[in-house]
């Protein structure tokens, strides 16, 4: 089955880094656009990145773009968001996800069909 497997979550002051991961197994990563996407407390869940399946394309949302990085590895069959600059904005339960269709990487949360766990961020001094 369908496993998204997120990881490196964790406290950062603003201005600093983090690097998430996303393992995925139980479906062909390589011939998957993906994307990442967050949900700040008290909100709705905001897509923020994703990346064609070869990677040769990557798009993100007005509110990272700059600060943020996606890519892939599709010989480890995992997924990254390096975040830079981190502001406490940022602060939120990040989450990779799988689209229904392999070529689609949307804003609509609608389009994905499974989800990891998550891996909580929080940007604070």
Known sequence: QV????SGGGLAQP??????S????????????MSWARQAPGKGLEWV?????DGSATYYAD???????????????????QM????PEDTALYYCAKPRRSFAI??????????GQGTQVTVSS
Not at 3 to 6: F, R
Not at 15 to 20: C, D, F, N, Y
Not at 84 to 87: A, C, I, P, V
């Open 22 to 33: 996303c393992a995925a197994s139980g479906f062909t990563f390589s011939s998957y656009a």
């Open 63 to 81: 509110s990272v773009k700059g600060r943020f990085t996606i890519s892939r590895d599709n010989a480890k069959n995992t997924l990254y968001l």
């Open 106 to 115: 949307a804003t609509s949360i609608h389009e994905y069909d499974y989800w």
């Open 15 to 20: 201005g600093g880094s983090l690097r998430l």
């Open 3 to 6: 496993q998204l497997v997120e």
């Open 84 to 87: 830079n600059s981190l502001k």
């Open 49 to 53: 990145s994703g990346i064609y399946s």
